[in-house]
Structures are given as C-alpha cells and as structure tokens.
C-alpha cells in the first residue's frame, strides 16, 4: 500500500512539474469530430426498440427520440395507448417517421422473438435497444402468493429483458449500437415489501454489466436506476393512498426538492444512447433527485 502511495505522488509531482513547464501532450481534436458531438443528438438514420413504450418512461422516450429524429419501435399490451404513443411520435417526428406498432405480451417468451423479427422486417437494424418493460408486483415474503407475484415480475423484468437483448444483440453488433437497461434504485436500496422487484433489478444490473463486456468493444451496455418517477403505471397498481406518501417522501429525501418524472429518464436514455457517453459502458446511472434516506 505504501509503495503503490509513492508512485501515485511521485506520478501527481511529475505531471504537475510537466505543467508548469509548458511539456504537456496535447491531443488535437479534429473539427470533424467537434461536428459529431454538436450533431450527437439528431438521431435521423437510427431505429430505436423501446420496450413497454406504451405508457410513462418509455412513451416519453419514445416521444422525445421522435423529435430527434429516431426511427421507432413502440410496444405494449395496450393498443389504445399504442397508438395514441405512435401518433403522437408522427406529428413530433421532423421527418413524419411513423414508428411501428406492436402489442405484444412479453411474458410469452415467444412474442420477444416476434418483436425482433418485426423490426428487422421494417428497418433491416437495430441501433438502440432499450429494456424498459417492467412490472412493479410487490408483497412481503410472508404473502402466500408471494412466489407466484414474483414469478410474473421474473417473466417481464428478468427474462424478457435477457430474451430480447440475446436476439437483438447480433443486429446491435452490426451497427456498433448501444443497449440500456432501466432497472431501479431499489435493486441496490430495497424497502419494505419490494423483495421480489428488488431482487429482479438486481439481476438486471448483473446481466447489463455483464453483457457490457460480451458484446464489446463495439457495443456500449449502459443501466439507468430511476428513484420514485410520478406519472408512471406503478402508481396506476399500487394503492390511491401510497402514492402521496412516496412523493411526500421522495421530495423530502431528496437534495434536489422534487420527485422525478419521466422525462427526467428519457433525457439519460437519450444521453445514453447518443455518442455524447461514448466513454460509458457498463455504468449505472442513479436518477434519484439525490435521495439520501429511505423512501418509506
């Protein structure tokens, strides 16, 4: 420990001497690739895959990347929020690129390849995958039905997420893409109840940091960890009574005063999936408005 001190002061005191004389490597940086970074947002040419789109994180995105200029797929089990998702994305879109539309159950482990294929179909690629289809069952351990609550929170968290990611993978290898995962702070901080959820977006962390390094060097693999984010269909399940306690809570916990919302997420997902974190593989962004006490 002490040698390895040394030779980190030793590197400090070199580097700093090195300034002070003017001797400093400097990497020139091409006006070509300036132009990349000021363009990194105009997604024209990209087709996007945005699971559970339908509704909250991932309708946001879908929106947002819709006005970047993206080519999407938009998906979910509820047509009439499928649609409204898809049109909305074709009056935002600078181009009038309507995405395609497919509701699909994920937990059939046979609509995952359904939806790659689909969007193979019509694009011929995939440049940007997210895993944002997720389900928010909760219950104590001492819940009789808590294995069969956790086995549906498996089926879409889990193993939809992996499925989907494994078939689209060689297409993302084709086009050097990036794939993001959206699990959750309560992978790494559960409360109360949330041991079957918790415990799939653990396993959602793991995969992602693992596939970060399967699918290299060309492919980035990157997870967002969203702390409480109001509008989105959790609050839709739970019960009346706790949303306003979770708001409450994560306003008062939070440094930054406020729960988040979805757009919050879709600006990371977006940020992600641009070339503006092309030195992030394998990282998990918390977007937690700071949170620094538990939610409940």
């Not at 979910?76 to 009056?91: A, F």
Request: aromatic share 6%; glycine share 8%; with cysteine.
């Amino acid at each position: 420990m002490r040698t390895a001190t040394v030779l980190i002061c030793a590197l400090i005191y070199i580097q700093c001497i090195s300034i002070i004389n003017g001797d400093t490597d400097d990497i020139k940086v091409s006006p070509e690739e300036l132009d990349e970074v000021a363009n990194a947002l105009n997604f024209r040419g990209k087709v996007v895959l945005i699971t559970g789109s339908s509704g909250g994180i991932g309708a946001t995105t879908a929106r947002l990347l819709a006005k970047l200029g993206a080519q999407l797929v938009v998906t979910g089990r509820n047509l009439t929020r499928i649609n409204e998702v898809v049109n909305d994305c074709y009056q935002l879109s600078p181009y009038r690129f309507r995405p395609l539309a497919l509701r699909l159950d994920l937990s059939n482990r046979g609509n995952c390849a359904k939806l790659v294929n689909a969007t193979i179909a019509a694009y011929g690629k995939i440049d940007v995958l997210v895993n944002n289809a997720g389900i928010g069952l909760v219950a104590p351990i001492q819940d009789p039905n808590f294995n069969e609550f956790y086995s549906q929170v498996r089926k879409i968290n889990e193993e939809a997420s992996v499925e989907v990611t494994r078939l689209a993978a060689p297409y993302i290898q084709s086009s050097s893409g990036s794939v993001i995962f959206i699990a959750s702070i309560l992978g790494w901080n559960p409360v109360s109840s949330t041991g079957g959820y918790s415990m799939s977006k653990n396993a959602i962390t793991a995969i992602a940091k693992t596939l970060s390094h399967d699918l290299g060097p060309n492919v980035r693999v990157n997870i967002v960890s969203p702390g409480i984010v109001d509008g989105t269909r959790i609050f839709r399940l739970m019960d009346p009574g706790v949303r306003p306690l979770l708001i409450q809570n994560s306003i008062a916990s939070s440094s930054m005063r406020r729960a988040g919302v979805p757009l919050d997420i879709a600006k990371l997902i977006v940020f992600l999936a641009s070339n503006l974190s092309g030195c992030l593989d394998g990282q998990n962004l918390h977007a937690d408005q700071g949170a620094y006490v538990p939610l409940l």
